[in-house]
């Protein structure tokens, strides 16, 4: 008796479960890294309609409601704050001083602190803001 010759047949992973796990995983890492938690001291800052994120954070000098200074979130007297941030450009030549500065704060203070910078050799200053959002039926910007 002569027997027939049976074909194995080979298992291919599918292709579709393949790709959806893959697209899943790459998703779950790029939403997973993009939230960036702003630590430290909480300041209410103004608002803007052109705000942007700043997608890198070298040197972070933020004025608190109560006239204190941080750099990178350590407390700096006024008088202390020239030496200090020079000591941080020196390592960071070409970083941006990324200004955080309570709404209610006097405008005059924020101008010091921006002086001193500028003295300190900060090349590039950012002020922070958060977007506003306007009323319904009102223009942005108003």
Known sequence: MKFRELRRVQAEPGMTALIDTVFL???????????VLQTGINVNLP???S??????KDLVVIIARDRRIFLNNDEVAFDALWGRLLEELRTQPEGTLILRADRDVPHGEVVRVM????????AR?????EPARPAAGE????
Do not use: M, N, Y
């Not at 705000?51 to 890198?56: K, S, Y």
């Not at 002086?115 to 900060?122: E, F, P, Y």
């Not at 223009?139 to 108003?142: A, N, V």
């Open 25 to 35: 995983l790459l998703l779950f890492f790029a939403l997973g890294s993009s939230f």
């Open 139 to 142: 223009k942005p910007g108003r």
């Open 125 to 129: 200053i950012a002020i922070a803001t």
């Open 47 to 49: 608002r803007t309609v």
């Open 51 to 56: 705000a942007e994120t700043p997608v890198r």
């Open 115 to 122: 002086d001193v910078a500028k003295q300190a050799g900060a």
